[in-house]
């Protein structure tokens, strides 16, 4: 029997015996299925919006990535599967992409989902009245005139993107950008349903208006406490969903959530820091780690308010080098994440961790390089430096920042003085550089290389090292060109070391307990942690 | 009487204008802004934004079109961080929330707080005295986010009687344990207060003549012991009925019950304007009604307040 046979059997079989899995097989694994198909899990803070154009978190993006469906899905491994697209094709120099779309993709309301729904989002996207703080996603896919749009010299109608036919999208881009294709996985792409906004104006979101195209549709949603979604009989592959019901609910408190989770309430939760050694031991089939695409790092301010001694690469460098990254993974933090000394994480899709000279080093051999730069320098135990480490106020920040202070008062003699502050005034500290080290980190938007190097472009709005290098900011323009940038992402990446403007310190891992019925479906590959509900499925214990 | 509440209605008004202004000045000196993030946005964007909330207004026509907002439509706003929703929407959906809890841990503090400062005093020196005084030194030094984690290790892991947090539209098993971690530490205070008070009020020389006339004790105690040992009572109710009923951040982000008290701390750190001022007059005109209320009762039990 082959699968679609198997599938359409399993749809009316559904259709007939409604939400009972009893004795099902899972369509494809062939694994045998629970009963129970609702998943539960734990969300630190309510979400910020359900609407694609407007939703700036994560948690509200898993949310929008069940309700909605954009040109490109990813697998469990992260790559690209069909979502509406089907397909596509571009021209030779990669500046003009056109996209097929799938003619059995319905609205929940019966429409069909087509091109013009693409045109009418992303247009909506750019609208400067639409205020979306995602806007800039516009610029990142290098959509055509998306600058003029987005600052109101050009109407919406000259974005780089219409419809040619009902199933066939045509985007223009305003250079070549061979990893387009890419970016289309992100919430703010998704089609929008011009119809419902109009009618219901914000309200539309909500869950008696919302019209989605995703697998699942929104039935409650209580503001800080749950919300629920269930699944939509009008969704293309509905027939191969097999989550019935998807339930997050919002507990601030990670301990108590894990408790909760101990009781049997939640299918998912993150694991508190420093508890996954215990947890790994106690419960080894559900306690799981896997690599992100973010990295820890200290950024350092060598803008001209900077200290003298951090204008010296090599004071830099001896601070870098002295720092035992191991210790911190292993011994502070203990949740599965690994030591950085690049600031790309090794997990990025195409991105070959290039091998800078201190990576290869032991630590004494580090500790003692460190100690000859800062002879070198002028600085010692005798004349030792004073400086200041500015941290978000946090538990795990601050306890990477004390180890740290420790290795370089011992190895380098420097006085560190901690500071720390709320997430907002730390922002602002850093962001105009009213610090001398500060703690940062970054995920990346997608998986590419260039989301993590483009920050230490000398214009690049998160630059807050204000560091800047003729060499580095031509190599990251000459990449976005490149069929295969990796060489000027590996010489980028040695010019940093070689500077350090920043201090890579570990990659973050994400660190989960998940019922063992729901393990096998979780796509822990999947370094952007970007799942969605309807590949998910519980097995039979 | 009837000067005695113009009077303090008078005082009411300019607080709560004292408390406004001063709320929507101190939130804007706050370094940052509601669309201060990780990922700065770029300056086009931030304009659009800005231009779309008014917030690139001046701050004293920012803080007018606010008030004129909600006196002439009862417009609180909209949330800069929540996008879906306006004030009046978490306010519309929070505010029962927490007025349920917040109520019910009201009674059960007064019930049960009263009840053992009467015993205990009437008693005193006795095991009940011993046993009253015990448990609400325990109550009192055990604060709440200590408490609550340990409710929901025992009722929801150990035991397995109630549901671990959630709301569920104030279901009775979701109410108990956020009742009691809410209400045990103002149980203890009116069980304390209560008890002293009453013990004081029965070594008075009324009492010493009214048993003197050979007055049976429950009389002496429900007829003229009680009123004036209530007196020091009624003023800490006041603060603590609105201690209760404005929620509680810890009981919100414990329980994950979403009420108001999670929304309103957070606010701050999101400096989520609209939603902040909105609580913060919610509130405090909450706040001033019932200490009001207070003051008055207080004037009807006890007339030396009017003169």
């Given at each position: 029997m082959n699968i679609s046979i198997k599938a359409a059997l399993l749809g009316s079989a559904l259709a007939l015996a409604g939400p009972a899995f009893a004795d099902m097989m899972h369509p494809k694994t062939g694994e045998k299925l629970a009963e129970d198909q609702t998943f539960t899990y734990r969300v630190l803070d309510e979400h910020t919006s359900v609407d694609p154009q407007i939703v700036e978190d994560v948690s509200g993006s898993e949310i929008v990535r069940d309700l909605f469906e954009g040109l490109y899905n990813q697998n469990r491994a992260g790559e690209l599967v069909p979502g509406v697209a089907l397909s596509h094709t571009t021209n030779d120099d990669k500046t003009v992409y056109t996209f097929k779309l799938r003619d059995d993709a319905k609205w929940s309301d019966g429409k069909p989902v087509t091109a013009g729904d693409f045109v009418y989002a992303w247009r909506r996207l750019a609208d400067p009245a639409t205020a979306s703080e995602y806007q800039w996603y516009m610029e990142v896919m290098g959509i055509k005139n998306a600058a003029e749009v987005m600052s109101g010299d050009m109407p919406v109608e000259e974005l780089g993107v219409k419809a040619i036919d009902d199933h066939t999208l045509e985007v223009t881009l305003g250079s070549s950008l061979?990893?387009?294709?890419?970016?289309?996985?992100?919430?703010?792409t998704f089609p929008t349903p011009q119809w419902a906004i109009e009618a219901h104006?914000?309200?539309?979101?909500k869950p008696e208006n919302i019209v989605v195209n995703g697998a699942y549709k929104l039935t409650e949603h209580v503001a800080n406490e749950r919300l629920v979604r269930e699944r939509n009989p009008m969704y293309w592959d509905n027939d191969n969903t097999i989550i019935e019901k998807v339930t997050s609910l919002v507990i601030n408190d990670e301990n108590v959530a894990l408790t909760r989770y101990q009781a049997g309430e939640l299918d998912r939760t993150e694991i508190p820091a420093g508890q996954y050694p215990s947890l790994k031991e106690s419960n080894p089939d559900e306690a799981t780690a896997f690599p992100r695409l973010c990295s820890y790092y200290y950024t350092i301010n060598v803008s001209d308010s900077t200290p003298e001694f951090l204008k010296d690469d090599r004071v830099r460098r001896a601070l870098s080098y002295a720092i035992n990254r191991d210790i911190i993974t292993e011994k502070v933090l203990q949740g599965g994440q690994t030591a950085a000394y690049t600031f790309t994480p090794g997990a990025t899709a195409g991105f070959e961790v290039p091998s800078v000279d201190y990576a290869g080093w032991s630590q004494d051999e580090r500790n003692a390089k460190a100690v000859e730069l800062m002879t070198e320098a002028g600085y010692g135990k005798d004349n030792p430096i004073d400086l200041t480490l500015l941290y978000n106020t946090s538990e795990a920040h601050k306890k990477v920042a004390l180890a740290v202070s420790q290795m370089w008062k011992q190895n380098l003699g420097v006085n560190v003085t901690l500071e720390n502050q709320e997430w907002k005034t730390y922002l602002t500290t850093r962001g105009e550089q009213n610090y001398e080290i500060a703690r940062a980190g970054w995920c990346g938007d997608y998986n590419e290389a260039s989301t993590f190097l483009d920050l230490v472009q000398s214009g690049s709005g998160y630059n807050d090292a204000k560091y800047a290098n003729d060499m580095v900011d031509s190599l990251l323009a000459d990449a976005k060109?490149?069929?295969?940038p990796q060489p000027n992402y590996t010489k980028v990446e040695e010019i940093i070391a070689a500077d350090m403007p920043i201090i890579p310190i570990y990659h973050y891992a994400g660190s989960f307990m998940i019922k063992p019925e729901l393990?096998?479906?979780?796509?822990?590959?999947n370094v952007e942690q970007n799942w969605y509900s309807k590949d998910l499925y519980k097995v039979a214990k | 009487m009837l000067n005695f509440i113009i009077r303090r209605v008078a005082v009411a008004i300019p607080t709560l204008i004292i408390l406004l202004v001063a709320s929507f000045w101190l939130m804007q000196t706050a370094p940052g802004g509601p669309f201060t993030s990780e990922r700065p946005l770029p300056a086009q964007v931030l304009a659009n934004i800005e231009a779309k909330y008014g917030l690139d207004q001046p701050v004293y026509k920012q803080l007018w079109d606010y008030v004129v907002g909600i006196v002439t439509q009862f417009d609180f706003g909209p949330s800069y961080k929540y996008k879906d929703r306006s004030v009046n929407d978490i306010i519309a959906q929070g505010f029962p929330v927490t007025l349920t809890y917040g109520i019910i841990s009201f009674l059960v503090a007064i019930i049960i707080g009263g009840a053992l400062g009467i015993s205990a005093a009437i008693r005193q020196n006795s095991w009940l005295d011993y046993f009253a005084v015990g448990v609400t030194i325990g109550a009192q030094v055990l604060p709440n986010f200590v408490m609550a984690p340990i409710l929901i290790l025992v009722f929801?892991?150990?035991?397995?009687?109630?549901?671990?947090?959630?709301w569920n539209g104030g279901q009775w098993q979701h109410i108990i344990m956020p009742v009691i971690a809410l209400s045990t530490s103002y149980m203890a205070s009116i069980a304390r207060l209560t008890r002293s008070s009453m013990l004081e009020v029965l070594r008075s020389n009324f009492i010493r003549t009214a048993r003197a006339k050979g007055l049976p004790d429950n009389v002496i105690i429900w007829r003229h012991a009680l009123k004036p040992s209530l007196l020091p009572v009624i003023s800490y109710l006041g603060p603590a009925f609105v201690g209760m009923v404005t929620g509680s951040f810890i009981i919100d982000a414990i329980f994950g019950t979403g009420g108001i008290g999670y929304f309103y701390v957070n606010s701050a750190f999101n400096r989520d304007y609209a939603v902040m001022m909105g609580l913060t007059i919610l509130l405090g005109s909450m706040t001033i009604l019932f200490n009001m209320v207070v003051d008055i009762l207080y004037a009807w039990i006890d007339p030396k307040i009017r003169l």
């Open positions: 061979p990893y387009f294709a890419l970016t289309t996985t992100h919430t703010s104006g914000a309200d539309w979101i060109t490149m069929d295969n393990i096998g479906s979780w796509p822990v590959e | 929801t892991l150990w035991l397995g009687w109630l549901p671990g947090g959630g």
